[in-house]
């Protein structure tokens, strides 16, 4: 996934950029892996999530997993102890929607930015080639609890596959939990703005036509799906008889065959009632395993997606309301309403990569705006988990999954909350990030300069 642009604004200009994506990326932090060992957290608090809170316990972490849980847990010899009175033992939270390791610099270093191919259809095109382990983001993100996350390509109709990686790690296959994970489809939508015209202004369609054009580019995308199935079955008939020739190799129709068949799922990323329905239906009809991200008004189209087992990866919670005369909280609901709903759901940011790290808070003003805390707290660990199929690995503080552990001095989701010790992989990594190291580097400033 390479289309990088390059930028020809002049050699001083190249110049002030280049040293600009150093200073961002210079795999300084990445390189602080940490250290593996046999650890064990005593005297903490201890959150499983899928268990009842153990007021004073033992985390045992060793040969990267979590080896024992519990109040009258034995603390192995040679282990290296960590005191935990005082302290919260939790799971690495997950955010199941970004787009961290595939941007970088937004605006005006493209060179930085790897998350959409040109065309419609790039159903080959493999996020976790593009990630970099380098970026700055990985460690900015890590130091706040968030540990896994699920990151995914944008473009056209069909973007890509995404990838759920770990947020620790030298290289992609070093950070991969699931390399190829899911299908992104920006699956077409009702819009009645029709373009800008010259002279004009924004041209709006009738509603009617709107519908026409929704329902068009549904078609073509069955269209891109029966292609890839028709080439599947003629590969497959090569593959029996050697006197039927074989099709000529089509990477994008080959990539598309584990998700049309149902395999894999299939990211619809969708916000709208209408559109959620008509998203659940095209699933439905087809046949496919399928996850809605984005979803402002997915609990007023709960009936459906409840109906049809179709979980929602919520981005919404930092938006501003859809309409002019919805009430100010409508989004800060929305995790509250599918809970109440049964739907299937997690909270996530849906950020590229600079405020992943705000995942905490995203949970925590759903559980200010009616989703009990409890549900706020699974929102970011174990229904993620369940929904991105890593549920057996991540998610919860048990016996045998990944240690994937943070240790906090309070509530993970309260901002006041500091991080003190954080594992990934069962390696303990230092809390610092590009923002640690500028802190360091100006706090004194002041004091120094006035001593001059």
């Known amino acids: 996934m390479r289309f990088f642009r390059a930028l020809f604004a002049g050699a001083i200009a190249a110049a002030f950029l280049a040293s600009g994506v150093a200073s961002q990326s210079d795999a300084s932090q990445q390189n602080r892996t940490g250290r593996a060992g046999t650890f064990a957290i005593v005297n903490a608090k201890i959150v499983p999530i899928t268990g009842p809170v153990i007021e004073n316990g033992t985390v045992v972490i060793r040969d990267g997993k979590i080896a024992a849980v519990g109040?009258?847990?034995?603390?192995?010899?040679?282990?290296?102890?960590?005191d935990g009175r005082g302290l919260s033992v939790y799971p690495g939270m997950i955010d199941a929607a970004t787009g961290l390791g595939l941007a970088e610099i937004t605006g005006g270093a493209n060179a930085t930015m790897d998350i959409a191919e040109t065309g419609s259809m790039?159903?080959?095109?493999?996020?976790?080639?593009?990630?970099?382990?380098?970026?700055?983001?990985?460690?900015?993100?890590?130091?706040?609890?968030?540990?896994?996350?699920?990151?995914?390509?944008?473009?056209?109709?069909?973007?890509?596959?995404?990838?759920?990686?770990?947020?620790?790690?030298?290289?992609?296959?070093?950070?991969?939990?699931?390399?190829?994970f899911g299908l992104v489809i920006?699956?077409?939508?009702?819009?009645?703005?029709?373009?800008?015209?010259?002279?004009?202004?924004?041209?709006?369609?009738?509603?009617?036509?709107?519908?026409?054009?929704?329902?068009?580019?549904?078609?073509?995308?069955?269209?891109?799906?029966?292609?890839?199935?028709?080439?599947?079955?003629?590969?497959?008939?090569?593959?029996?008889?050697?006197?039927?020739?074989?099709?000529?190799?089509?990477?994008?129709?080959?990539?598309?065959?584990?998700?049309?068949r149902g395999e894999r799922p299939i990211l619809l990323a969708v916000e709208r009632e209408r559109d959620i329905r008509a998203a659940v239906k095209f699933l439905a009809d087809n046949k496919l395993k399928g996850i809605i991200v984005g979803g402002q008004e997915a609990w007023m189209a709960a009936d459906d997606?409840?109906?049809?087992?179709?979980?929602?990866?919520?981005?919404?919670?930092?938006?501003?309301?859809?309409?002019?005369?919805?009430?100010?909280d409508f989004l800060f609901e929305g995790p509250a309403q599918l809970q109440r709903a049964?739907?299937?759901?997690?909270?996530a940011t849906g950020d590229g990569g600079a405020e992943v790290r705000d995942l905490p808070y995203h949970a925590g003003l759903a559980g200010a705006y009616g989703l009990p805390k409890e549900e706020a707290l699974k929102a970011v660990t174990i229904y993620p988990a369940e929904i991105l199929g890593i549920a057996n690995?991540?998610?919860?503080?048990?016996?045998?999954?990944?240690?994937n552990i943070v240790v906090t001095d309070g509530d993970i989701l309260d901002p006041r909350t500091n991080i003190k010790y954080l594992f990934i992989g069962g390696r303990l990594l230092p809390l610092t990030s590009r923002h640690t190291d500028l802190f360091d580097s100006f706090k004194d400033r002041g004091a120094s300069e006035r001593r001059q």
């Open 71 to 82: 109040a009258n847990v034995a603390v192995p010899s040679g282990a290296e102890r960590i």
């Open 305 to 328: 997606l409840k109906k049809h087992n179709v979980p929602v990866i919520f981005t919404n919670i930092y938006s501003l309301p859809v309409r002019p005369d919805d009430p100010y």
């Open 342 to 347: 049964g739907v299937k759901f997690a909270v």
């Open 122 to 180: 790039n159903a080959n095109a493999k996020a976790i080639t593009a990630v970099n382990p380098h970026t700055s983001h990985v460690n900015v993100t890590r130091v706040n609890g968030v540990t896994t996350v699920h990151s995914a390509p944008t473009g056209d109709t069909i973007a890509g596959q995404s990838t759920v990686i770990n947020l620790n790690g030298s290289t992609q296959a070093e950070m991969s939990v699931v390399p190829e």
């Open 393 to 403: 690995r991540l998610g919860s503080v048990e016996v045998g999954k990944d240690a």
């Open 186 to 260: 920006n699956f077409p939508r009702v819009t009645t703005f029709g373009g800008f015209q010259p002279g004009v202004g924004p041209i709006t369609l009738d509603f009617n036509e709107a519908v026409r054009r929704r329902d068009t580019q549904i078609e073509e995308l069955k269209k891109m799906m029966a292609d890839a199935e028709a080439y599947a079955k003629a590969k497959e008939a090569s593959a029996k008889d050697s006197s039927i020739r074989p099709p000529a190799t089509d990477l994008r129709l080959e990539a598309m065959v584990p998700y049309i």
